[in-house]
């Protein structure tokens, strides 16, 4: 009985520490939306400013709409959840290796820690180029369908909804952020073996294929998003056989180093 109750504690310890490090994650978030609540209409005016842009080129008068009284309330709640969820990334992902690493050997701490760092800044970069590049461009495809009207036609005008838009951009963004994720992802199946740069280099007309894909159901439906987005899958592509190349390489070389090792 008393070798069952100690086989035990390693686990309860493990799941002590995983609710410890939860209930901070949690807690972190929680007081990041309390404090970002106050300012979400001034974090939504960032988010609607592309389409602002566009509008004031269109000429002034424009404006979001709401159809339910308590839409715009509901949306700042969501906003700056979402908001917070983006900010507190880097502690809960501090969170995540204080957890998993003293389970880890040296190797493996060095192995995961880039790919820890990578994660964020890839996000980053995929958003940031939704928001200042193909945002601008889509919503001004996108508002060409305005009918003027005259004589005998109704005309017809865009008045998005607050929490539309909000879920449009918020949408745009995480799609491109996934995307920029790619390197990552493929680095880490190289790394367990599931995949090679070989192989990589031999599907490469079949990642080409699939990225335009990917970029045709994701962007909205104008070509020059479409074919930017496709055009970054591919570079990420070509970047990510380059990193898996580089993962084998030392792989090889650890492996010679064992090998001389256990003849001396």
């Known amino acids: 009985m008393a ?8 686990l309860l310890d493990h799941l002590v520490e995983l609710r410890s490090r939860l ?9 990041l939306f309390i404090a970002i609540f106050p300012f979400a209409e001034y ?8 389409l602002a842009d566009v509008f004031d080129e269109m000429g002034g008068g424009r404006r979001l709409i709401f159809t339910a009284l308590h839409e715009a309330f509901f949306t700042y709640i969501k906003l ?12 809960i992902s501090m969170q995540f290796w204080m957890f998993v690493a003293p389970g880890l050997y040296k190797h493996e701490k ?21 928001y200042y590049l193909v945002m601008p461009w889509a919503y001004e495809f ?19 909804k607050v929490n539309e838009y909000l879920s449009l951009s918020i949408n745009l963004i995480f799609a491109f952020g996934i995307c920029f994720e790619l390197p990552v992802v493929l680095s880490l199946l190289g790394r367990i073996g599931i995949i090679n740069s070989e192989g990589m280099r031999e599907k490469r007309k079949y990642a080409i294929l699939i990225a335009f894909i990917v970029a045709a159901v994701i962007t909205p439906p104008d070509v020059i998003s479409q074919v930017m987005l496709a055009s970054v899958l591919i570079c990420l592509y070509e970047i990510s056989i380059f990193s898996v190349r580089l993962i084998e390489k030392k792989r090889v070389e650890n492996s010679e180093k064992e090998d001389d090792e256990d003849d001396d």
């Open 43 to 50: 974090v939504y005016q960032f988010l609607v400013q592309p």
């Open 80 to 91: 700056s959840l979402i908001t917070a969820l983006f900010v507190a990334f880097p502690f």
């Open 23 to 31: 209930m901070w994650s949690v807690a972190i978030v929680i007081g």
């Open 142 to 160: 996108l508002l060409n369908f305005e009918l003027q009207g005259g004589e005998g036609t109704l005309p017809i005008v865009s008045e998005p």
């Open 110 to 130: 060095t192995a995961l820690a880039p790919f820890l760092v990578a994660t964020p800044v890839l996000f980053f970069m995929g958003g940031a180029m939704v």
């Open 3 to 10: 070798d069952t109750e100690e086989s035990k504690m390693p």
